[in-house]
């Protein structure tokens, strides 16, 4: 079992930055590909950014590439989202996931879940 607490969401002018958090306990995080996904009012849940478990291969939605960086520490039992050039259309709540295996984009793929964080983008 791994627990996940996401942290680091709030209000930001679009334009601006954020860094999400998402810490884990339980079992070996290391063990674990990670991923963040969102869902907006409204709308389904969609990926947002995955990482492979050493941290050296990870995956983007085409609509965050070149504006949003994931990584991990492994020591901290932490995955991080870092968002630069927010726009009104990354307004969702923002959850981080964990997955036995290979990175995915998939969320059904994924076993393990966090409560999410909101993350609003005002224009």
């Known amino acids: 079992q791994v627990q996940l607490v996401e942290s680091g969401g709030g209000l930001v002018q679009a334009g601006g930055s954020l860094r999400l958090s998402c810490a884990a306990s339980?079992?070996?995080?290391?063990?674990?590909?990670m991923g963040w996904f969102r869902q907006a009012p409204g709308k389904e849940r969609e990926f947002v950014a995955a990482?492979?478990?050493?941290?050296?291969?990870?995956l983007y939605a085409d609509s965050v590439k070149g504006r949003f960086t994931i990584s991990r520490d492994n020591a901290k039992n932490t995955v991080y989202l870092q968002m630069n050039s927010l726009e009104p259309e990354d307004t969702a709540v923002y959850s981080c996931?964990?997955?036995?295996?290979?990175?995915?984009?998939?969320?059904?793929?994924?076993?393990?879940w966090g409560q999410g964080t909101q993350v609003t983008v005002s224009s």
């Open positions: 996931a964990a997955r036995s295996g290979l990175l995915s984009r998939s969320s059904l793929s994924y076993e393990f």
């Open positions: 339980g079992r070996t995080f290391s063990s674990y590909a």
């Open positions: 990482i492979n478990r050493s941290g050296g291969s990870t």
